[in-house]
């Protein structure tokens, strides 16, 4: 485990893919447990240790995630994120597609998708539509190409609402799936059985202190995000 940054209210880890945030059906050892064992051990405090669990990431996704470490932050927090106040950035490889809207730009380098999506619980997957359908939510994300190869684009992606599989439904959506996501359309997995989707950076004003706080995720330990990411390139 990674932390990135902490303090007397909130502590920010890298996860990595492959960990669950918190507890489910499959028994896993959650992050949420391991963050405890490092506050205990690191603070050798008696007795059981408060966590609150205030977002959560996809599995197979990897980068920062955000705990609460009193009451007090887990209010804030929970409130902060629930009104848009917590500003999460996410990089993506994605596939270079024919259809792929990637390849282009607006003036401001920015595109905005717009989708109607549809979640079916039984396939833990959501539905990208065009027009509004029956028990469907509005998803609304902006990107940018930060850099390309032959076959990938790097993206940085923005989030205005918090849908399930948002970023990896509605990139699919334009054929862009993400790489290694088999769920949304990629033809192949990656060897670690991750997606190549990270929780890159996130912004807010700190619950209790009311500083900014600004944190950013290491890309991951592989040669093609290295390839990719244009301050890698830069220090090379």
Same mark, same amino acid.
């Given at each position: 485990?990674?932390?990135?940054?902490?303090?007397?209210?909130?502590?920010?880890?890298?996860k990595r893919s492959g960990e669950i945030v918190q507890g489910d059906k499959t028994g896993d050892r959650p992050l949420s447990d391991i963050v405890k064992d490092y506050i205990k051990e690191k603070y050798a405090k008696p007795g059981a240790v408060?966590?609150?669990?205030?977002?959560?990431?996809d599995r197979p996704v990897s980068g920062l995630v955000v705990f609460a470490r009193t009451s007090k932050a887990l209010s804030r927090l929970n409130k902060m994120f629930a009104?848009?106040?917590?500003?999460?950035?996410y990089w993506a490889i994605v596939k270079r597609g024919e259809r792929s809207e990637v390849r282009g730009e607006r003036n401001d380098g920015w595109h905005v998708l717009e989708n109607w999506?549809?979640?079916?619980?039984?396939? &833990?997957?959501? %539905? $990208?539509? !065009?027009?509004e359908k029956p028990n469907a939510k509005k998803a609304i994300l902006k990107y940018r190409v930060l850099s390309h190869s032959d076959?990938?684009?790097?993206?940085?992606?923005?989030?205005?609402t918090g849908r399930h599989h948002q970023i990896r439904c509605q990139?699919?959506?334009?054929?862009?799936?993400?790489?290694?996501?088999?769920?949304?359309?990629?033809?192949?997995?990656?060897?670690?059985?991750?997606?190549?989707?990270?929780?890159?950076?996130?912004?807010?004003?700190?619950?209790?202190?009311?500083?900014?706080?600004?944190?950013?995720?290491?890309?991951?330990?592989? &040669?093609?995000? %290295? $390839?990719? !990411?244009?301050?890698?390139?830069?220090?090379?």
């Open positions: 485990m990674e932390v990135i940054y902490e303090d007397n209210h909130i502590i920010i880890v890298n408060f966590l609150g669990v205030v977002h959560r990431l009104e848009g106040e917590v500003h999460k950035t999506l549809v979640r079916n619980e039984k396939q &833990n997957k959501s %539905y $990208a539509y !065009d027009q076959n990938y684009s790097l993206i940085e992606v923005n989030l205005m990139l699919a959506a334009i054929g862009c799936p993400i790489k290694g996501d088999l769920k949304y359309g990629a033809t192949r997995s990656n060897p670690d059985g991750s997606i190549s989707l990270l929780s890159r950076r996130v912004e807010f004003v700190h619950p209790v202190s009311k500083d900014t706080i600004i944190v950013e995720a290491p890309v991951p330990d592989d &040669n093609l995000w %290295y $390839a990719l !990411d244009p301050n890698h390139r830069l220090s090379g």
